[in-house]
């Protein structure tokens, strides 16, 4: 490679929960670069995720944690070309990019829900996400179908 590899950044911890997965997400869910903004939507959120809950002994963060977690796919299909023929091959995901790929998940499906505003877009599919159901969940159940039907094309991998 020419180039190198780019150094990964340190992301500074949340002010209220001092964890550096909240402030990924936030990161995700930000818009036009206003952080304090998506800060109060999260944090709205899991207010309204506290209120909701059924399990007592959980807290709203370990609510959302459980919530990505569920999301979080564990393989996907790549396309490859091999002969002239285009192959979707299922291959295994690195933790980085699972995480990744769960949070760009629930802020996208937050986003296309109807409630009237963002936290509660959010907490919604926070809830939904932890009860093994909704959009986002239903995306990474399809990745993994999608990867399970092209199980016989793992022989192609790079």
Excluded: C
């Excluded at 936030?26 to 809950?53: C, H, T």
């Excluded at 007592?56 to 977690?69: F, H, N, P, R, V």
């Excluded at 995306?139 to 399970?148: F, L, P, Y």
């Amino acid at each position: 490679m020419r180039k190198r590899i780019a150094k990964k950044r340190v992301l500074l911890p949340d002010p209220k929960f001092n964890d550096q997965l909240v402030t990924r997400f936030v990161n995700n869910l930000m818009l036009d670069g206003k952080k304090s903004v998506a800060f109060k939507v999260f944090y709205d959120a899991l207010e309204l995720v506290e209120q909701r809950k059924q399990d007592e002994e959980k807290t709203a963060l370990e609510i959302w944690k459980d919530a990505l977690s569920n999301v979080m796919p564990h393989v996907e299909v790549r396309s490859r070309r091999v002969g002239g023929a285009t192959f979707q091959i299922p291959r295994q995901i690195r933790p980085d990019r699972k995480i990744s790929m769960a949070i760009k998940w629930m802020v996208l499906y937050a986003k296309k829900r109807n409630e009237k505003s963002m936290s509660q877009r959010l907490a919604n599919e926070i809830l939904a996400a932890a009860k093994e159901e909704g959009a986002a969940y239903k995306k990474r159940v399809d990745t993994h179908k999608m990867a399970e039907a092209n199980k016989a094309f793992s022989h192609f991998r790079f």
